[in-house]
């Protein structure tokens, strides 16, 4: 149950972003997981600007925050965010990721910039 009301223009913004079925997996993976953009690009398959570019829209909104591990920068969910119970709610509602992180250990690729 949420416990707090959001407005439904912050609702549909924050819906609006996690339209994106790149961003919205991001948003489960992290929900589990911290994990570094060099994770993501290997994940998606994608390249580093196109994955910063996802990262930084999650973090202008007050999704996702950062947090920096010698020279690498970690991505986790931003359980201060104002409206987090709406988040984590659609986070519930989503089938895992773990594959998907399983997969990248396999490879040898998890956690690769440490």
Request: hydrophobic share 40%.
């Amino acid at each position: 149950m949420i416990k707090q009301n959001i407005e439904m223009d912050q609702a549909a913004a924050v819906l609006k972003l996690l339209g994106d079925k790149t961003r919205l997996t991001m948003m489960r993976i992290l929900a589990d997981h911290d994990c570094c953009v060099c994770e993501f690009v290997a994940i998606f398959d994608a390249s580093q600007p196109a994955i910063s570019q996802h990262i930084r829209k999650l973090k202008d909104a007050g999704l996702v925050k950062e947090s920096r591990r010698g020279q690498w920068i970690f991505y986790s969910l931003n359980r201060q965010y104002e409206h987090f119970d709406f988040i984590q709610l659609l986070m519930d509602a989503l089938p895992s990721q773990e594959e998907k992180l399983t997969e990248l250990e396999k490879q040898g690729k998890r956690i690769s910039c440490e």
